[in-house]
């Protein structure tokens, strides 16, 4: 079987409590709505790469619990192959609590349980699928050195690679640059990988240019409504991929939006330009948060204008 997208990485039961703020430490506050969900950033990512129409793999642990029947369930229900998606009686399926605001914005906390148990051996046995896929991702809730280990397998066999490092950490391998043909970011994770402050498209730039020498092929750093900026080794001047603006609900999940659709066009239009890609990947993650929750907000092809495809 042949992949277009396959996904290393993260599941997660997100527990989303709707409030008017967030709250201050010591704090208790009414919310006025919670609801449980699918996310964790791979499996968004994987599922939004799906809903495009990407033939798409997951390879992912979650607990043998009733979080993990569900969520082999919900990938099954978005077409994604499940071959990889292992189950373990030695933690929990992964969970996120999350609060959301009245402005869309939101605070969380993972807790990934198996998440952390996916290893080498999981890898292997995924390998000769990684062989017969197109693109990869992968993101920094598993343990890094398997998502590492992961992409550098890909690279091995000429499978377009995209690192996603999120959530952020100061002390990332430098090898996951190398590693990376597009590294995408948003904005404070590239405040925190370069220790610059981002906050707007020059310095943005400049950022871009900073990881961009660590030694990718490309790099894209979100800004939210301010679009994108994209940077690749063979042209060396970036740009500016401006959006259109949308009133935000809920803004959980628009990065994983953005890079599942990303890896669908990669997949699907391997020579279609970089910011055109993203410019597209950007208009998807736009319709994402126009809608509450994770996945729930996620578009599918149907539903999005004929011009992106
Ligand atoms: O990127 C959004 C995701 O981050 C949520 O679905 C939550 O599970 C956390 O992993
Ligand atoms: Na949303």
Redo the contacts with the bound molecule.
């Keep these: 079987k042949a992949f277009d997208v396959m996904v290393v990485g ?1 599941c ?1 039961t ?1 527990m989303v409590s709707q409030t008017p703020r967030l709250p201050k430490a010591g704090e208790t506050i009414h919310g006025f709505k919670f609801f449980i969900g699918f ?3 791979g499996a ?1 990512q994987c599922i939004q790469a799906a809903r495009l129409g990407a033939r798409t793999t997951m390879v992912c642990k979650v607990g043998k619990d009733v979080f993990g029947d569900n969520y082999i369930q919900n990938f099954k229900d978005n077409g994604v192959h499940t071959d990889f998606v292992g189950q373990t009686p030695d933690a929990a399926t992964g969970t ?1 609590s ?1 609060i959301v605001n009245n402005a869309g914005e939101n605070a ?1 906390v ?1 807790v990934a349980g198996a998440n952390m148990l996916l290893d080498s051996v999981d890898l292997q046995e995924a390998l000769p699928a990684i062989t017969r896929s197109k693109v990869l991702v992968c993101q920094l ?1 598993i343990n890094p050195q398997i998502s590492l280990q992961a992409l550098r397998m890909a690279q091995k066999n000429k499978v377009k690679t995209i690192f996603n490092p ?1 959530p952020a950490s100061p002390d990332l391998d430098p090898e996951f640059y190398t590693a990376s043909d597009v590294f995408c970011c948003n904005e404070s994770e590239a405040e925190m990988l370069t220790g610059s402050v981002v906050t707007n498209v020059e310095e943005a730039r400049g950022a871009a240019q900073e990881l961009l020498k660590r030694g990718c092929k490309s790099v894209i750093i979100t800004l939210g409504p301010q679009g994108c900026v994209v940077v690749q080794a063979q042209e060396s001047t970036s740009k500016h991929v401006p959006t259109t603006a949308v009133k935000a609900i809920d803004t ?2 628009a ?2 939006s953005f890079i599942g659709a990303l890896a669908f066009y990669m997949a699907h239009y391997p020579t279609m330009a970089l910011e055109e890609m993203t410019y597209r990947a950007n208009q998807v993650a736009g319709v994402s948060v126009q809608a509450v929750g ?1 996945q729930t907000s996620f578009p599918i092809r149907a539903g999005l204008p004929a011009d992106l495809f």
Excluded: P
Aim: net charge negative; glycine share 22%; hydrophobic share 35%.
């Design positions: 993260s997660m997100d996310g964790g950033k968004n996120a999350i969380i993972i809730e999120a959980t999940g990065g994983d994770t």
